[in-house]
Nanobody
């Protein structure tokens, strides 16, 4: 069983920055893909960014490229999402997700484990 716990969400003004974290525990240390998704009220899950534990180039949704950075700390089993130049349309609940074998990174159904989510609110 894998547990994912997000933290670091909050309220920030447009143009500001925020870093959210996802601490992973269980039987998935250093394997598979870790990703961030978000869900705004009344909308479906939207892929934000993903990274593999073993390295390689991270993946980003076009809407966050150049503003968000995903990173991982293997020693701490933690994945981070550094968000800069935040916009009101970034407001959502941000979820951390994990999967061992991911064929389609942006597809939520590919992921086996999900955190409880952390709210990010960007005021205009």
């Amino acid at each position: 069983q894998v547990q994912l716990v997000e933290s670091g969400g909050g309220l920030v003004q447009a143009g500001g920055s925020l870093r959210i974290s996802c601490a992973a525990s269980g039987q998935m240390f250093n394997t598979g893909v870790m990703a961030w998704f978000r869900q705004a009220p009344g909308k479906d899950y939207e892929f934000v960014a993903a990274v593999t534990w073993k390295g390689g180039s991270p993946s980003y949704h076009d809407s966050v490229k150049g503003r968000f950075t995903i990173s991982r700390d293997n020693a701490r089993n933690t994945v981070y999402l550094q968000m800069t130049s935040l916009k009101p349309e970034d407001t959502a609940i941000y979820y951390c997700a994990a999967g061992r074998t991911i064929l389609d990174i942006p597809k939520p159904d590919e992921y086996d484990y999900w955190g409880q989510g952390t709210q990010v609110t960007v005021s205009s």
